[in-house]
């Protein structure tokens, strides 16, 4: 016969071991994970930097994003408005940020999502440039970021750039860091969604694709 003592404290060994895995599970998989049949969703409602300079094109849209499971590929729909439509359009940078704190408009939000510790452009969240068509993008890109697990970007920032990014090619310190792209026009933070929101958005964007097909 083992000691009471012993098997106590066995037991008691496993009760916390059980209770931190239920922790961890409720934490990487929220109930809208199971409400939604797997697939979790997140909309950022995009507006202009509250220390945006004068001059500069004030944006507003939104970021939507959708992932099926973990393994997943995570998609995500950019929606912004108020470029200049005159003129040549310039491309514009958009990366998540790390931090989804917009007390200070977006330079607040700190450097680019980087949990990997490496340079740019192999962050999780360089999404790239993006052409802007009569003061408008809209578009539909895969991303390496996740919703899920310890990595999620759920409550990081989503920030669009004044300039185009140099994709790490610029041969400066600046350029693995960012890619040179400027200053920060416009944020939001990335929180979770129903389906709704992503549904209209992307049949919208379906529509607007057949037209210039």
Known sequence: MRPYGVV????????VLLAACQQCTSTFLPPEFSQHNGTLYATCL????????EGLPKLCGEVLFKQD?????????????GFPKDGHPEP??????QYGDLSQGCDSTGGHYNPFGVN???????FGNFVPQQGKVHALIDSEATLFGGLS?????????EKIDDL?????????LHGNAGRRLACCTIGISSPRLWDIKYKQYQRQSVLFI
Do not use: C, N, Y
């Open 8 to 15: 106590s404290v066995l037991e008691t060994a496993l009760l």
């Open 46 to 53: 995009l507006k202009p930097s509250t220390a945006l300079p």
């Open 69 to 81: 499971q973990a393994q997943g590929k995570l998609q995500i729909l950019l929606r912004f408005h």
């Open 92 to 97: 514009r940078a958009v990366h998540i940020h």
């Open 120 to 126: 740019h452009p192999d962050h999780p969240g360089d």
């Open 153 to 161: 970007v759920f409550g990081r920032a989503v920030v669009v750039h």
């Open 168 to 176: 790490g090619l610029g041969g400066d310190t600046g350029s693995l």
